[in-house]
Every structure is written in C-alpha cells, then in structure tokens.
C-alpha cells in the first residue's frame, strides 16, 4: 500500500490533543495529590505495548498473538486506520490490488497485491473488500477492521498517549505511556507505529495564507475558473492537481525539485502514472506547469484591489476571488526591509514580474495550496525516549538502526512508515506492501532478544540448495517488495545449509546477536532482489538484458546473490560500493533480469547459478542418474555431492532409457555396451534437430 | 620398400573396391582351404536379415583391405553346404572364424567385428598375436624395453577403443613394419599415465616411439617421442620415417638448397648456422633443440665456412614451414625457438581440434548436466499426466483421504531431477491404473506451494504416501519406475501380516500366501512372539508399520511359535529370515528394542549374502562398509559364470569371507559394469573376472589373475596373499574432490574490468549516505533560516526555472 506521507492518525485529533494534553496533566496533578478515587491513576504493564492501529500496528499485533506474547495496542481512535478515513483526500488508493496474476501461488501473488497484511489465514486478503485495481481509501479501514476482529487482535481503543518517558525496569528500559485519563502503562517493549500524520510545514513569509492538503475542499466545483498554485510535486499534489484539472483554470506546482516518475525510478513513493495526467496538459500546454525553486526563498503576499496603483485589471478583478484580493508568489529579498506582516503595502516593485518581465509564475493566483507531505510526531516522548531526527527525508522521520530499534532508545522500535527512514526513496518501506515485511522480520528479531528463540531457518541438504533459491526467486514476495532492503541469508555448513529468510540487510555484520544463528567458517550467500544501474532511458532501446553473462548490466529487479567467506563488519557495510546494499563480497552472481519475472530456464537461470554455488561450495553440483552414481560410488571413494545425498541414501534418481539416450547422445552418460560404440545415423539427426532448436531462441522480445 | 608397400596398399583401398574378392566356398572348397595352411577368414550364415547384409558389406570390403596381407576373407553358406561343426553350430549367424590351416585362431562376435576397420585391426591382432605385444600395466611395459634395449626400438600405441579406424592403423602399421620394431599395444589408462599424459579422460588414440635401441646401458631408460598427430595410416608411417631420420643433418648449402627427408614429409625444418669457431658448441645446440623438436622439426645444421652459404651474417637461424619459403631470423636462445614452434607455428591445426574439446563443456550455454540436459532435450514434448491427478489447495485434502493408497508426488515444474522422475512416476501410474484403492497424484509446488509448505516437504522431488486416517509415510527407495512400482504394491500388503496358526506361518513362508507376492520379493521376515500379550509385540507392530512397502512382514504371536525355533540357538522373541522356498531359514533373536531399532534389525538381516549388485541395491550393500569381493560375469549365461557364481559362494558358509561383502555384477544386466572394470584395471579381463575393491580402506584394487582357475581355494589363496601383500594391486581407486566441473563467470572481474569504481568499497572518507538525494539535505531546514545569502544572488528571480 502506498501513499506518500502516509499516517496513521487522524489529523483533526491534533486539535483536541492540547485538550486531551490538559486533562491529562490534570488528572497528573490529581493522581499525584494521593487521590486513588480517580481513573487516571491505574497503571497496567504489558511486555509489548505497540503504539497505534494501523497497518504496521495490526501487523505487529498480528505476530506479538500468533507467539502468545502479552501485548497491547494503544489507538486513540475508535477503530483502526483512522488515517484513511481522511486520506488520501480525494479517496483513491495508487496501492495495487492486482487480484488476477494467472497464478493460484499464495506467495507470489503477494507481489502483486500492495494492500493486504501477513497472516497465516489465507482468506483475510484484501480482496475480499474490493476488487478495485486501485481501490477507494475507504476500503482500506473496513480491511483492517475485518483483520483486527478476525484475528482478535488485541487493541485498545479511545488511549490517546500523550506522554511517552523512559524509565527502569529491573536494570533495562522501559517505557511509561501516559494516555488522556491518566492510565499509564507499562512497557517493557515500545513498538511505535504511530506513522507519519502532521502536516510537513515550510516556514515562509505569508505562509499563513496557504491552505493546505489536509483541509481543502475535495469538491472541483469550488476551483472554477480559479488560479491554483501547489506547492508540491509529489503525489498528493498531483492527486490534489488532477481532481480539479476540469476546473480551475490554471494549475502551477512548485517545490524545489523536479518530479520524479515512480515508473523512471521504482520508487512507488514518486510520482505516480495514475496521477500525472497533469504532465499531460503541462507538455501539451494546456495552461498548467511545473516550476522549480526553493521553497525557503518564497513569500506568498496579497494584494488588495484598492493597494496598488490599479489603473487596466478591472475586468479581470472581477473574475478573482470575492474582493480578498489575489495571491502572488514573490520573493523574500525583493520585500522591502521590513517583516512579512507588513504585506498589505506590497507594491509591483515587490514581485518579480517588474523585475523580470517574462517571470514564470508572475501572474496572481486564487489559492496556493501545500502538498509536502507529512512529519512523524516527535512531540509526545521525553527527551530520554524520543529517537533523534532522521538524517535524511528532510529529519520527518524518527532515526533508527538497521534493525529498527530507534537510535538511543533501547526497546522502543519504529515500525510501519515512520521506520522509512532506512529505505527512504529506495525502496519500499515506507508504504503496506513493504512494511508489512519488516515488521515480520522486526518480530522474529524481538524473538530472539527477548525470547531466546532463534530465527526460523530451514536446514536443507546442500543438493537441494540450488532449486530452494529458484523456488524462492520465483515466488518469494518478501525479498520482491523491499527490494534492496530484506535478503534471504544462507548459512553454509558444509553438507548442508540454514537457510533465514527476508533479513534485514543493513543488520548483517549484526546477524548472530539477532538472529540467534552463528556463521560457521564455510561463509554464507545472501539472496537479494534489486533494480540495476538505471542508466538507460526506462523506456529506451537496450533498456532490457537477455544475455545472461551481462545480467550484472540489468535494469530491472533481479535476483543477486552475494557470497562471503567472512561476515561484512560494520566497517564494511559502511564503506560499501555506492548504489549497493551490501559490500564487495568474494563473488557475486547476477540472475538476468527476466520479462516474465520467471527464473527457471535451463540455460539462463538455472545452470549459471549451479555453476555460481559450485564455486562458492567448492564442489560439483551435478544431478546424475542413478546409473551414473553407481558407477561413481565404485570406482571413487567420495563420489560427487549429488549422489552421496541422494543415491547412497537409497534416493537415486533412476531415469528411462529414453532420457539416458538423450544424455549418452549428448555424451554426458557413458556408454558401456561394451568396447565397441556404434553409432547410427538416427542419432546424429536427433542431435543436429536438438541444436537447430537450440539456436533458433536467441530473439528479444523485450525491447 | 616399405613405402612403396604402403602407397601400393593404399592404392588397394581406393581403387580395387570396385570388383569383390570377397570369396564364397563351397564344403569342398572350403576343405580345401583348410589343407593348404593359409590364413583365412570365413564367415558361415544361412540367411540374411539386415543386420547380416550390412555385416556382408562389410566383409566384402575388409575382402579387399585384407588380400594385401595374405589373408582370404571367405563367406561360406550353410543352407547349400552344411560343413560339420560350423554350420551347426548355436552362434551360427553371429560369430565369424580366424582361421590358420585348420586351427581356428579366435572367433569373433560380429558385434565385435562390425566393420571394415573392425576386421582389418582384429584379424590383423590375431594374425600378429606373437609380434604385438599386449600390455596392461607399466611394469609389463618397461619388461618389453628392457628386453629390447640395444636391440630395437618400440612403437607403443595406445587405442582406448578396439575396432575403430586408429586400431586398423597400428595393425597395419605394425604388419608392416612388424620385423623393425617392437610393436606394444595397451588399452589401459595405467600405462597412459606412466607415459606421461595427464588428462587419461580423454579416449584419444596415441602413440610413442621409444627410442631402446640406441641406449647405451641397460640401466638407462628408453627416450620417447610422442606422435602428436592423430592416429592414421600416412601419420603413423611419417612419423616412423621421422624416428629414422637422423637427429640433426648438417650441411654446407644455403637452406633453400638443403635436402632432408623432413621437407618431403611435409614438416617443417629449423635451420641453425654455425661458425666455424663454435662449431661444437653449436652442434651441441642444435642437438638438443632436435631432441626437444623430435618428431615436428627437422633441424638442420648450416656451417657457415662454406662459400655456398650466402645468407647475411646479421641472422644466425632460419625456418621453413611446408610449401613455404625460407623465413630468417636471429636466435638469442634454443628455449625461443623451441617456445616459437611449439606455440606457433605448429599450433594452427591442433589449436583448432583442442577448441573444439574443450569449448564444447566450457560453452556457458551447453548444458553439461546429464539430468538437465536429458529433460532439457524433451522440452518439446507436453508432459503427459493423464494417470496421475493433479492436486490443487481445493482438492488435496479430499483427494488424500479418499482413497485407500494416494501416492502424492511434490515437484516442480523447474526442476530437472524433478522432471526425469515424473517420467517414471507417470510410468508407474500406467501400470497401476486398475488396481483399486490406489491413485497417484500429484502437486505442483511452484504453483500450491501452500500444500507444500503445510506438508513440509523441503526436499524434491519428494513422495508421499497417505492413508486414511493415518500420518503421511514418507517414501525412502530409488526414485525409478521399477522401486516405486513395488512398493507400493507392497504398501497394499498389511504389515505385519498377522498369523495365526502354523499352518499360516507355513503359506506365509512357502505356500500360497508366499506366491502371491513372491514377484514383488523372495524374502520374507517373520516375528516369532510366544503370545501375544509379549511386551515385544507392538514394538513390532509399530517396525512392521514403518517397513510397510519395504519388506513383507509376518507377525506369529502364538504358544506354537516355539516350534519354529527349536533345535535353533535361538530363544523367542525371534526373528525368522526365508530367502525363498529351498534356502535354509535364518533366525535371529529379537531383543525387545524402540520400533527404530527392530526397522534397522530387519533391514539388516534381508540384505543377501552373496548379492548380486544392480543400479537399485548397491547403497544397501556399500553401508557395510566392507571391502568388495566382486564378480564380475559376462553377458552370457555360460557354464563358466555358473560355476565361478558356485565357486564363491562355497566358503561363504564357513565364515571365511565375512570381513568381505562377496558379490557379483552381471554385465548384461548391468553394463555399467564394463566400465567399472575398465576403471578399476584400465582394461577389460577375460570374463568371469574377480577383483577386491578396497572402496574404504586404501582404495586398491586386486584383480585375481586370470590365469589362475577360478576355485574357491585358490580364491582363499589369493585373498590371504592380498592380505599378507604378497599380490600387487591391478589399480587404486582414486580419492579426489569433486571440485566445480567448469570455472564460474566471475561477474565482479568483468564489473571491475568495464566500470572499475563499480564494485569497489569506497574510501574511509567517503560519506556513508545511501543513495538519497544530497541536494534535499542541502537545503535549510525551516527553522534554521538564513537570510544572508540574499545578497550572494541578486539575480534571484532567474534562480526560478522552468525546466
């Protein structure tokens, strides 16, 4: 699911909470004077306390119940998701609900699916409330109803936590929520999924005067025939843009950098195509456009009918606005001296249109609305419980490590879209169909931390290695959707393998702390699926590789995989290659990018990875008959891989003479009917048609 | 004379083939044959079927090929001339006889004889048995050489295939120059080793000259030249005349005017000049270049006092390559020269021939797995699986409980050993389709992977077999049509069956009971209890549950079961072992023990004494762990493979083989024998043959000697001479790694070769940003406002664009 600045709560709440803040610190004040009649004073303690009902909320509940965890959901609202009760404003999701794949694969239609949550109850997808490609934004709150009651989550609804501190439990720390009535609580374990909710502000002169996103009207009628200029060129300004194209008469969006198209740069937070009709009338010059500057630079001054020297726009003046008189864009430095509160004496000489006469935006506009997102709320921790900024993403987000604990804030971890940090327009954890997973792979590191259990791996026989990663390329949503950021750790232990799925990468040179999984001295693979170089036009010739010896030159998401000798320290990871996720490893195995997304061919996928693990193993892969097996398990004291682990266990793979003559004929099979081997002429033609079709499949049909 | 023997003989081939001389003999004629002492070749046939008819062309033109060695190739028809023990003999049709006078020399199988080449060489092997020399071993090589050092020379050829067009080529080459010198054959790859060549994989024919006759002492070894063109007629007859040419010829003449047999040859010369004050020093070099060169370079010595010599002083070597002209040039050392032919000029052609060798299995998109490649090539085919039902999330559950048998294979459609066995899976669903309360089915995990998961099958492809009402069993035999087949018609038996009276136990063992099932298997495994309320009893209730499928089990828990052991050193609980009606039952006593432990007891005491190894059963046996007393029989049932089978098996009785696993392979039901023979011992001995495979202790190989009778007291004999090292292993059985089999495509040596900065870490300096955009982090924060770079950018409005 995604939606860019996704929240979670409610943004008229934050009107009552000064209100909810009052009593509370009232009902403080109470508790404290010794009175225990009040309601305020209960405290309750759980082991878990996970912060909001939404998506990431619910998911983590999802987890916290299925482990038989003491845990609690605090949500202020009456029921989940109140976030997209409001949002996006004009109620369509760009979250694809693709229900038909042609495929009955559970997890491979995961990949398509970017609104449903985890669970083990196959029927609790989202496609059970809509059918929408891009389904309306009402939907999505009915969805986690429908998961929280089915699952029975346990949420606590009507808690809205006003102060979160630190504090001491038994030696290490803990969290005290302190909700409206007074009731605190007690957490051992913080899981803050509060999303982002408060509108991102740019302070600048006249900002005032600006409406933003998340109060304008929805109705197009209300902009005809206005001038609107839009700050923002993101998605919700689009979406705000595209709802009123019909109407207003002129749209201009304006932030500091150019848009980014979601299908130029796989980044679902960019610019999606849904909603970018506005670069339609743009290039076609239909009135609207896109200018870049600084916002920080920008002042938005009125200027009254009467409060110019007025002589030639009467008819005009008629057209704007009820008498309030028109908005303009100007700049900081060209208003006189004095504070912006002054605006009312703005005069031609403060725009820019009478500096430079051909000025882009020096026309006046009806409405200047702000799109530019939102912020995480940092303003309900105390100093000692509130994670830092963000380095990146403008300092929205809440900073965390790799593994999403906040930094400095021990036991209290971020989840949902304020844990984007990590990812933030890289990859997709910002958004439902990434965060979902991370919250999975946060839960099993909670197991271990706090649990003493071990992150689930599948031991498996190292013959069986090569066709578990094809299985898992080919289906594994995971690894898909937070491309870049979860890869699958394989743990070499000779004869056989662990095999840890969806890890979070950053977190590596971390892995047995949190995993619970020691590294043996045969080294480990890690399966990643990501985007290529991305130097070519997207849409351009030679955008696509077929030749699976140039698949490191891929452009769209593949699988790599990565082999270590040693685990990457920290020193590693932070020095590693720019664009990578992970550190030059020992060597690195790029499966060609692949039009269909199938990983299975012979030739291209299957064989170059075989050859790959054989390297990395140091030993021979090869499936061989039966036959084969016994006569090497004969004549050789260690026979290869494949028949120790398959035909000396009484697991040999027999065959038919019809598949040994294949192989005998294309002298990979010996041939023992004694010293003497005829050879016929229906052979040879068999060959030479096998070659011939060989050949023919070299075409690219993905250009 | 030779060569004009040669040329003649070749002018033989081409030209004479035209008009037959292939002769038909008639019972008197043929008599006559028999008195005059001459070689002859006959073939006696009745009729002609198309095998037959391409073997007579066959004849007729090795008829051609063999006249010029005196020998007749004779065809002889039994329907019109019945001669006394050959045309009624049983092999009539499919042999052919050597015949000198009367003796018959050898027989052949026209198998063996098959075509032209094949008869010239094995004739001509059989005419020459004397002359050639058969060598298996380097020890029985370096005999020869030492019996012909200071005598003659050797010329060994190495043909890892008989019959073949190189083999024809040694015979002939060896019928030819046969009184010169000492003609070695060897098949092995032992004496390939000894001779020096690394990669004995390859089934390339080849050939040595060893230089014995010049050997001053006889301590000092034989030098060898190897022939390093392909094995034909012209190349092996050029190589010999190279071996005879002188080392080194010196001259007076300009090079171009220089006459060595070598330019006649067409192969290519080094001309060296000397000065007259270095001239032994320059002797000297050129000597040792020739013999580095041997066999590919003439070499030439020039004395430059000659006023014949014209060439410029500023060169000091030359070389001429075949229908060339003379290229000069200056020589600073012999190693240059020697690197210059060796990995230029005399490249060109053998570069060609190794690319295509070697490329073939390096090529990235040739597939060098036998399963994937096998499944691979059937790719055009739809797979059939109208006998099997495929299962989906919607109809598993129904499907497993439905019937009273559903075998569920999981595999995927990707995976190749997954797609070989469905091919037997289908084969044994065709064969089962009838038989009641069975259904084989099928689950695609690529598409349910749900199912699999919920089954948790990790491993594929895997079989599984439901019962109602009863957790799935896991499938643990071969995965082929025959082992599953079976099983499952055993799973239909209950196990254990229970018995209830002798009688019973009497059908169960031997009578109808026993037939029923006899063609599934002979044994048949029996617990003896004295009653059923025996503590032992559901313990192997439980065994029989896990074994069902495996082993046909019978449970007697009764007062009478006492009677089954008496007069055995056995008390009950017991186990009862019948191989077959007519073998002596086995008894074991039955410890009460966890099911697990009864399951490997009775796995255990099925196994047979003297097994007869096939492609299905080896694992069960090579678990012991103990060296292998192998027998290897012909394809043929002969008396002689009856009794070595009898021989064997005499003292197993006794106990006197018990630290060995006695067994037998029969190559016609198991040809891959052949090639373990031929691994073991670098060829293959007469059949029945016996060999000790030290598999876990020390890897030897010890190949009872032929000669010797095949007896089980010489057998005794021989196994306590192996043991006391009194014999010499025939082999070793190598112990290497199963390395990668082709190098990998080192993606980050091509990244660093064509975008260097690509895959390297960066720097300690570098910022340690991901991939954000940098410009968004430049910019100030709301808060921290600044206004002083207003007057750094008086343009300002320009700073708006439109991009």
């Known amino acids: 699911m995604s939606f860019t600045g996704a929240a979670v709560v409610d943004g008229l709440m934050s009107l009552i909470q000064p209100l909810f803040r009052l009593l509370c610190v009232l009902s403080l004040v109470l508790a404290s004077s010794g009175s225990g009649l009040h309601g ?242 743009y290039q076609l010059k239909s009135l609207d456009g896109l200018v870049e500057g600084r916002l920080e630079d920008i002042a938005i001054v009125r200027r009254e009918k009467d409060g110019g020297k007025r002589r030639t726009a009467k008819k005009r003046s008629q057209t704007s606005t009820e008498g309030k008189g028109q908005l303009y864009l100007t700049l900081t430095e060209l208003l006189d001296n004095q504070n912006g509160n002054n605006i009312s004496k703005v005069t031609g000489q403060n725009l820019p249109g009478y500096h430079t006469d051909n000025f882009s935006l020096r026309q006046p506009y009806d409405r200047v609305i702000r799109c530019l997102g939102f912020r995480f709320n940092f303003s309900i921790f105390d100093g000692s419980a509130q994670p830092p900024q963000s380095s990146g993403a403008r300092g929205r987000l809440p900073g965390v490590t790799a593994w999403y604990e906040g930094r400095g804030t021990p036991n209290l971890f971020v989840l949902g879209t304020a844990a984007h940090s990590l990812d933030y327009r890289m990859s997709a954890g910002g958004f439902v169909h990434g965060f979902r997973y991370t919250v999975r792979a946060v839960h099993k590191i909670l197991e271990q931390r706090y649990h003493n259990i071990a992150w689930p791996a599948t031991k498996l026989p190292i013959s069986q290695l090569q066709s578990w990663i094809l299985r898992r390329v080919n289906e594994a949503s995971g690894p898909y959707q937070m491309f870049g950021v979860l890869g699958d750790i394989i743990l070499l232990r000779g004869s056989y393998c662990e095999y840890l799925e969806e890890f979070p990468l950053q977190a590596l040179p971390q892995l047995f702390a949190l995993s619970g999984r020691p590294l043996s001295d045969h080294g480990l693979l890690v399966l990643v699926m990501q985007y290529g170089l991305n130097r070519t036009d997207t849409l351009g010739p030679g955008r696509a590789e077929s030749e699976w010896t140039k698949a490191w030159r891929s452009n769209f998401l593949h699988p790599v995989l990565y082999y270590y000798n040693t685990l990457p320290t920290e020193k590693d990871m932070r020095q590693r ?127 | 004379m030779c060569i004009v023997y040669l040329i003649a003989f070749l002018f033989s081939l081409t030209a004479e083939q035209c008009f037959s001389k292939l002769i038909e003999d008639s019972s008197q004629s043929f008599m006559e044959r028999m008195s005059t002492g001459k070689t002859s070749f006959v073939y006696f046939g009745n009729h002609v ?502 082993t046909i089990l019978g449970l007697f828990a009764h007062k009478e079961a006492e009677q089954w052991v008496e007069g055995l050193s056995v008390n009950l609980p017991a186990l009862l072992v019948s191989h077959g009606p007519g073998v002596p039952y086995e008894v074991y006593s039955l410890p009460s023990s966890s099911p697990t432990d009864h399951v490997a007891l009775i796995q255990r005491v099925e196994l047979d004494h003297f097994p007869e190894l096939t492609v299905e059963n080896l694992p069960w046996y090579l678990e012991l762990g103990k060296p292998l007393l192998l027998l290897f029989i012909g394809k043929e049932d002969s008396t002689e493979s009856t009794k070595a089978l009898a021989e064997i098996k005499q003292p197993l009785s006794s106990g006197q083989l018990d630290s060995f696993l006695p067994c037998w392979i029969h190559l016609g039901r198991t040809p891959v024998g052949r090639s373990i023979l031929d691994k073991y011992l670098g060829f293959v001995p007469p059949l029945p043959a016996l060999v000790m495979s030290r598999l876990k202790t020390g890897g030897e190989v010890f190949l009872f000697p032929p000669e010797r009778p095949l007896m089980a007291k010489n057998v005794l004999q021989w196994i306590h001479d192996v043991e006391n090292r009194q014999e010499q292993p025939a082999g070793l059985i190598p112990d290497g790694k199963w390395g990668p089999p082709v190098p990998f495509f080192d993606f980050l040596a091509i990244m660093d070769q064509e975008a260097p900065t690509y895959a390297a870490q960066r720097g300690p300096k570098t910022k340690t940003g991901r991939r954000e955009d940098h410009r968004e982090q430049k910019h100030v924060t709301p808060n921290q406002r600044q206004t002083s770079h207003t007057s750094q950018n008086p343009q300002a409005p320009r700073q708006h664009s439109e991009l």
Not at chain 1, 157 to 172: L, P
Not at chain 1, 221 to 240: M, P, R, Y
Not at chain 2, 283 to 305: D, F, K, M, S
């Open chain 1, 40 to 281: 305020c004073n209960n405290s309750v303690s759980h082991e878990y306390c996970v912060l909001g009902a939404g998506p990431a909320g619910l998911q983590m509940g999802y987890f916290l119940s299925r482990s038989q965890r003491d845990y609690i959901i605090l949500e202020r609202n009456t029921g989940p998701g109140s976030f997209f009760h409001r949002y996006p404003r004009h109620r369509k999701l760009i979250s694809i609900n693709k229900i038909y794949t042609g495929r009955r694969n559970k997890e491979f239609n995961l990949r398509h699916d970017w609104n449903s949550l985890l669970s083990d109850r196959s029927d609790l997808l989202f496609q059970r409330i809509s059918r929408e490609l891009y389904p309306n934004a009402d939907d999505f709150p009915r969805y986690l109803s429908m998961f929280e009651s089915e699952l029975g989550l346990k949420v606590k609804y009507g808690a809205d936590i006003g102060r979160i501190k630190a504090s001491d439990f038994n030696g290490s720390q803990g969290y005290v929520l302190t909700d409206q009535n007074g009731v605190s609580y007690q957490c051992s374990v913080l899981l803050v999924s509060t999303g982002l909710w408060v509108p991102q502000q740019v302070d600048f002169l006249g900002s005032d005067l600006v409406e933003g996103y998340e109060s304008i009207p929805t109705d197009p009628e209300e902009f005809k025939d206005q001038a609107v200029l839009i700050l923002g060129k993101g998605n919700s300004a689009f979406e705000t843009a595209q709802s009123i194209l019909g109407r207003a008469s002129r749209i201009h969006l304006y932030s500091p950098s150019p848009v980014r198209l979601a299908w130029q740069t796989h980044y679902v937070g960019d610019l999606r195509a849904i909603n970018n009709e506005l670069l339609d009338t």
């Open chain 2, 49 to 550: 079927n198309p095998t037959i008819k391409l073997f007579m062309e066959q004849l007729e033109m090795s008829a051609d090929a063999l006249e010029d060695y005196g020998i007749s190739v004779v065809k002889v028809n039994c329907s019109k001339d019945a001669i006394a023990n050959y045309c009624t003999e049983e092999k009539l049709m499919t042999k052919a006889y050597l015949f000198r006078g009367s003796e018959v020399l050898r027989n052949f199988d026209i198998d063996t004889v098959f075509d032209v080449n094949a008869i010239v060489s094995h004739v001509l092997f059989s005419v020459l048995f004397n002359e050639v020399r058969y060598v298996h071993t380097p020890a029985e090589l370096l005999r020869v050489e030492t019996a012909a050092k200071q005598n003659s020379d050797i010329v060994v050829g190495h043909i890892p295939v008989l019959g073949l067009p190189e083999h024809r080529a040694l015979m002939e080459a060896a019928f030819v120059y046969g009184t010169k010198y000492q003609f070695v054959q060897t098949t092995g790859s032992l004496v390939l080793k000894h001779m020096g060549v690394v990669d004995s994989s390859s089934s390339q024919a080849r050939l040595w000259f060893l230089h014995c006759k010049g050997v001053s002492r006889q301590s000092d070894p034989c030098p060898s030249t190897p022939m390093t063109k392909p094995l034909n007629t012209i190349n092996i007859h050029t190589f010999l005349q190279l071996m005879e040419a002188p080392l080194v010829t010196e001259a007076m003449l300009d090079p171009s005017e220089v006459d060595v047999v070598h330019m006649h040859l067409g192969v290519p010369v080094l001309y060296l000049f000397s000065q007259p004050q270095t001239q032994h020093l320059d002797q000297a070099t050129a000597q040792t270049l020739a013999l580095q060169l041997r066999g590919e370079v003439g070499v030439v010595l020039i004395h430059r006092n000659s006023p014949n010599v014209k060439t410029p002083l500023k060169y000091n070597a030359a070389y001429r390559l075949p229908q060339e002209d003379v290229k000069y040039f200056t020589l600073n050392s012999g190693e240059e020269v020697v690197k210059l032919f060796k990995e230029e000029l005399l490249q060109e052609h053998k570069l060609e021939d190794e690319e295509e060798d070697e490329e073939h299995w390096s090529d990235p998109d040739i597939l060098d797995d036998e399963v994937s490649e096998s499944v691979y090539r059937d790719r055009d085919l739809m797979l059939d699986l109208e006998s099997v039902v495929e299962l989906t999330s919607d109809t598993f559950q129904t499907t497993v409980t439905q019937n009273g048998i559903t075998v569920v294979l999981f595999y995927f459609k990707w995976d190749a050993v997954c797609m070989a066995f469905i091919q037997s899976y289908t084969e044994v669903a065709d064969a089962l389709e009838g038989v009641n309360g069975v259904q084989l089915a099928a689950v695609n995990c690529g598409e349910w992977t749900d199912i699999c998961s919920d089954q948790n099958v990790t491993s594929f492809p895997t079989v599984l077999i439901y019962r109602p009402m009863s957790a799935a069993q896991l499938y643990r035999g071969m995965l082929g049509t025959k082992s599953l087949h079976r099983f499952i018609l055993l799973s239909l038996v209950s196990s254990p069956t229970h018995l209830s009276s002798s009688a019973e136990v009497k059908s169960f063992l031997e009578g109808d009971v026993y037939s029923k099932h006899v063609y599934l298997t002979p044994v048949r495994v029996l617990g003896l209890f004295s009653s059923t309320h025996d503590k032992g009893v559901t313990s192997f209730e439980e065994a029989g549950r896990l074994l069902r499928g495996e």
């Open chain 1, 577 to 703: 290659p720019v664009g990578w996720p992970l550190p030059r490893p020992d060597a690195v195995h790029h499966m060609v990018e692949d039009f269909l997304t199938e990983w299975d061919q012979p030739i291209s996928h299957s064989q170059p990875l075989r050859r790959f693990l054989e390297h990395c193993l140091q030993t021979d892969l090869r499936a061989f008959y039966a036959e084969s097996c016994f006569l090497l398990s004969l004549t050789s004291r260690t026979p290869p891989l494949f028949c120790r682990q398959g035909y000396l266990r009484k697991q040999g793979i027999v065959g038919n003479g019809h598949l040994w003559q294949h192989a005998r004929e294309a002298g990979l099979m010996a041939d023992h009917q004694g010293d003497i081997t005829p050879r016929d002429e229906t052979s040879v033609s068999e060959y030479l048609k096998h070659a011939g079709a060989a050949v023919v499949s070299t075409m690219n049909f993905d250009l």
